[in-house]
């Protein structure tokens, strides 16, 4: 059984970090290119950075790019998404996904995260 467990998430002020976490199980983590996905309140989902499986290659948003930062290790099973620079437009449901092309193998049930003064 695929699982994706996602942690980290918390309220943090304006121009503040956050690191996510996600923890996966059940498959074979690094055949998989893996994404971080936000959906703030009321609107649809954003991909917001994804990573193949090497962790050679890096995609961001444009909304995110130079302030996110995705990573994985293979031999721990586990995707990281460091975030700076939060401002209250980064505030959603985060959850990781594992993908293959087009196929969502699989996703997590998310962390929130909430930039607030």
């Known amino acids: 059984e695929v699982q994706l467990v996602e942690s980290g998430g918390g ?20 055949g998989y290119e893996m994404s971080w996905v936000r959906q703030p309140p009321g ?9 193949n499986t090497s962790g050679g290659t890096t995609i961001y948003a444009d909304s995110v790019k130079g302030r996110f930062t995705i ?10 998404l460091q975030m700076n ?6 505030t959603a449901l ?16 998310g962390t929130q995260v909430t930039v607030s003064s």
């Open 85 to 90: 620079s939060l401002s209250p437009e980064d």
């Open 11 to 30: 309220m943090v002020q304006p121009g503040g970090s956050l690191t996510l976490s996600c923890k996966a199980s059940g498959y074979i983590f690094s």
């Open 43 to 51: 609107k649809g989902p954003e991909t917001v950075a994804s990573i």
């Open 94 to 109: 985060y959850y990781c996904a594992a993908r293959r092309g087009a196929f969502t193998l699989g996703r997590g049930e």
């Open 71 to 80: 990573s994985r290790d293979n031999a721990k099973n586990m995707l990281y």
